[in-house]
């Protein structure tokens, strides 16, 4: 029986932070050590950050990048590390995973399959290393010295125990190097990863982890990214440690702290041993030259009791929820303290979206408090003087007295309702009161004298009354921008990020107002459905993420049809609702899933959707099918301007991290004359003759 205790560490970096991204890699290693571990596995490019983008091919990022690899292994004395990082070789940028071992590096072996879709721009910046192939990498020291070390398609031999890599992406591709691997008879995959948040993808990830350690023998450590690494998308770290087909461990996920280590006890005999049962191995013997040999003494490790794992929020219902509170509350939270911001500042309009910023931002600051304490908060955040304030009762350690979290919300949140004559008491009251529940700072900033003055300007340099027959867009677009000044002097005056509340569904369809409800530096919901979010505002009224509670104020909220709240109603009108503007939300987000995600024409989206709405009739489905393609392609220059959201999913619309499409564009006119005719034919039609109905 020769048992190894081996680990993962899941680290919260920054693109060139090199002194913060070098402590929280050699604190993984201390703690590492101090737990009695042999083999630890760090994530990918985890000495530079993942983020680096075109500053990869900066000269001295790579020599940096090497000075820190050596920083590294000087730490390593016996112990087997593996970490990502850039390297150069041969005009050419690699992204590579690093062996280190007894204070030394091994070698290096290069990512064979490059992630360039979605979010992710590899190719634009390294080169797949050719399956099978190795080669020499030379570094030239400050001395003229020449030093020499082995890089590629690699094994690496340490004390008998045979060391290989798979690379993030790597082990998402059906042809994956872990099969060769196997057949070269590895006993351990280190598994350095960069692998995004999404909603249901760690489930993913546990299974190709778990399988992987059981079709191949193996043991399998995956080590991943932690946090809002550099603005827009946020990693959920998750460590994972299989072996021989079964889940060993798995780290937290979300976590507020630097570094996140997961530890497990692997057996590599009984491995070894399944393996050589299987009829179906057939071990390879002619790729000895691909294996690096090196001496290395393993502890004796005799059999420990592992007791179970405490269950968490991951094992009851509502994980997408408890996800996407988590998601971007740490994603909210990494970007002020790695922005150096004092605080978040949201224009509180009495409705979801704002409601919802606002409350995300006092979870943000919930959860750190709760898990890193007042003094770890502080630590995190040692510029932020209005926090310290909050917070000076509790003490160096945070102790129970003196402080609350509700005084810390209102010293990092402040939001404002701002009134026209066309907004109402129900949302001035919603506003009021969810600030007061969440602990925010709260101002009302009437803005009706401005939006006023500015209307009567412009009447009077166009020498006619504005009026909302003629002028209706107009006059609501200015009640929104008339705020942009007051609630941007807010954030200046506090030293705070303004965020722009607009969702995903608005974005896709141009239903905001640039430079009014869009202003702000970034947009924590532009990566979320409107549909969706509702339901997560009745879920935080009623029920709230483990650990904390919900905000009962939001039923304010949950009561009302959403609503800009920018028209004027008169006696027996029909108050101004945003499904009255558009469409209604499912059936909007149905349409942009079938046309954008899934890029089918329109015809194709109606044909889609007429099962899934059979209470629609053909004629009102393509009229609001028209309406979704002729908004989104007059509206692309809205998305390009947006401030920079989270990526939640691989619905977003963030041209700028996932969806693109032209500015400028024939419009569908083809498509949707053919969608036209074809309602009007009746071939849409369930009973096959002529389709009625009202249009919408």
């Given at each position: ?262 530890t497990a006890v692997v057996d590599i005999d009984a491995n070894r041993r399944e393996q050589a049962r299987r009829g179906s191995h057939r071990p390879r013997h002619d790729a000895e030259a691909q294996v690096i ?65 606002a409350v995300l931002v006092a979870l943000a600051v919930r959860l750190a408090l709760a898990e890193l304490g007042p003094g770890g908060v502080r630590a995190q955040l040692p510029a932020c003087r209005r926090l ?219 044909q889609e959707l007429l099962p899934r709405f059979p209470e629609r009739t053909p004629v009102q489905l393509a009229a609001w099918i028209e309406r979704f393609f002729r908004l989104w392609c007059a509206n692309q ?60």
């Amino acid at each position: 029986m020769r048992l190894v205790k081996v680990a993962v560490a899941c680290v919260n970096q920054t693109p060139l932070a090199w002194d913060d991204n070098l402590a929280h890699l050699r604190a993984a290693i201390e703690q590492a050590r101090a737990e009695g571990v042999t083999v630890l596995c760090l994530p990918e490019l985890a000495i530079t950050g993942y983020g680096c983008e075109d500053t990869f091919f900066m000269h001295g990022l790579q020599d940096t990048a090497f000075a820190q690899l050596d920083a590294l292994a000087a730490e390593t004395d016996g112990m087997v590390v593996a970490v990502g990082l850039p390297v150069y070789h041969e005009k050419a940028l690699y992204d590579a995973g690093a062996l280190l071992a007894d204070g030394e590096i091994v070698g290096f072996v290069g990512k064979q399959f490059l992630a360039g879709d979605g979010i992710h721009y590899e190719p634009r910046w390294f080169k797949p290393w050719p399956a099978g192939e190795v080669d020499v990498l030379e570094r030239v020291t400050p001395d003229g010295a020449i030093r020499r070390f082995p890089i590629g398609d690699l094994v690496f031999e340490l004390g008998g125990i045979r060391i290989g890599f798979e690379i993030c992406e790597d082990a998402w591709v059906a042809n994956r190097p872990g099969v060769d691997l196997a057949l070269r008879g590895v006993d351990l995959i280190a598994n350095p990863s960069a692998s995004h948040f999404a909603f249901g993808k760690f489930a993913i990830r546990q299974r190709f982890v778990v399988e992987g350690s059981r079709a191949f023998g193996v043991a399998y450590l995956y080590a991943n990214l932690m946090g809002n690494e550099a603005g827009r998308v946020v990693y959920d770290g998750g460590g994972l440690i299989a072996s021989n087909g079964e889940l060993c461990a798995r780290g937290r996920r979300f976590s507020f702290h630097d570094v996140e280590l997961t530890t497990a006890v692997v057996d590599i005999d009984a491995n070894r041993r399944e393996q050589a049962r299987r009829g179906s191995h057939r071990p390879r013997h002619d790729a000895e030259a691909q294996v690096i040999e090196r001496a290395f003494v393993w502890p004796a490790r005799r059999p420990a009791l592992v007791p179970a794992p405490a269950r968490t929020w991951e094992d009851g219902s509502g994980v997408r929820e408890e996800e996407f509170a988590r998601a971007v509350a740490l994603g909210l939270w990494d970007y002020l303290r790695k922005s150096r911001g004092q605080g978040y500042v949201v224009s509180l309009s009495g409705g979801a979206d704002s409601a919802a910023c606002a409350v995300l931002v006092a979870l943000a600051v919930r959860l750190a408090l709760a898990e890193l304490g007042p003094g770890g908060v502080r630590a995190q955040l040692p510029a932020c003087r209005r926090l310290h304030d909050a917070l000076a009762g509790g003490g160096a350690e945070g102790g129970a007295e003196g402080w609350t979290d509700r005084a810390a919300v209102g010293a990092l949140l402040a939001c404002a309702y701002q009134p026209t004559e066309n907004s109402g008491p129900v949302t001035r009251r919603a506003a009021a009161e969810v600030a007061a529940a969440i602990g925010a700072e709260f101002h009302v900033i009437d803005v009706d004298a401005q939006y006023k003055a500015y209307i009567a300007s412009l009447e009077a340099a166009l020498g006619r009354a504005l009026s909302w027959t003629t002028d209706d867009v107009t006059l609501q677009n200015i009640q929104a921008r008339v705020r942009a000044p007051s609630i941007w002097m807010l954030a200046n005056v506090r030293g705070a990020v303004l965020l722009t509340t607009s969702n995903r569904s608005e974005a896709a369809v141009g239903y905001a107002t640039m430079d009014g409800d869009t202003a702000g530096g970034l947009a924590p919901l532009g990566g979320i459905d409107k549909t969706y979010l509702r339901s997560w505002l009745v879920w935080m009224e009623t029920t709230g993420p483990d650990g904390a509670a919900p905000v009962a104020a939001l039923g304010l909220i949950n009561a009302q049809q959403p609503t800009a709240e920018l028209r004027p109603c008169g006696p027996g009108e029909v108050a101004q609702t945003d499904e009255a503007d558009l469409m209604p939300y499912d059936l909007l987000e149905a349409v942009e899933d079938s046309a954008i995600r899934d890029k089918h024409t329109p015809i194709e989206v109606l044909q889609e959707l007429l099962p899934r709405f059979p209470e629609r009739t053909p004629v009102q489905l393509a009229a609001w099918i028209e309406r979704f393609f002729r908004l989104w392609c007059a509206n692309q220059w809205k998305r390009e301007r947006i401030a920079p959201s989270f990526h939640l999913d691989d619905r977003n619309v963030d041209p700028r991290s996932w969806c693109r499409f032209p500015i400028l564009s024939g419009g569908f006119a083809r498509e949707l004359a053919e969608l036209r005719a074809y309602v009007a034919s009746g071939q849409a039609d369930p009973a096959g003759g002529a389709t009625g109905g009202a249009q919408p």
